[in-house]
């Protein structure tokens, strides 16, 4: 009911600017409703669910998380435990995902919104934790091979108070098992591993 009502009003809008525009030009109703036509099926087709969706939902469930963190390129790793609760919402379009554990000894708590954006055909992801108060986000595509997601994006840096670059890699192992992986990407275009979560399901 809701949807049908955001659609209507979607519609009703343009209606409004096409007609407005139309009586303005002079262009022919037929014109104007040929236009919002077109709109309204390029409007469903931006929010259409696909395959891209459908994937996300292999993320859905209840996780046990090891995680394996490096501070520097060649440092002693450093692992915590924690877990995973992970719910498809908004009619299937998003998998939201709510992390808690611990993070060197503190309480640790971390908020993930993965899509599909049908305008852009990429996965986007936005990730938010009780570690700061920055607002980090990534974007990238869907390896079939691997069976994974890869993503690029521009992370704050506390230290420069400018951005990093950073690459991650989620891959569904099984459909129990899942691997993320986070890579620090340097000023002369170097990478290191500093991070690796492996998920397994709560049985």
Partial sequence: MFRNSVI?????CIMCAASGAAAQEGVSQEKAAADQ?????????????????????????EWD???TVWM????EPVKNTGTCSAELVLGGRYLLMKYRGTMFGQPFEGIQ??????????????????????????????????NAIEDTGLWPDPLTGGTSK?????RLVSADEFVYELYMIGADGAEFKSLENRATRKK
């Fill in 8 to 12: 209507a009003m979607f519609v009703l």
């Fill in 72 to 75: 520097t390129p060649g440092a």
């Fill in 166 to 170: 950073v690459r991650d890699v989620t």
């Fill in 113 to 146: 919104i993965t899509g599909y954006d049908n305008a852009q055909k990429k996965y986007t992801t936005f990730w938010i934790d009780n570690t700061g108060t920055g607002f980090y986000f990534m974007s990238g595509v869907r390896n079939e091979k691997t």
């Fill in 37 to 61: 036509q077109k709109a309204m099926q390029a409007y469903e087709k931006l929010m259409a669910k696909n395959e891209n969706h459908a994937f996300l939902g292999n993320f859905a469930g």
């Fill in 65 to 67: 998380i090891t995680t």
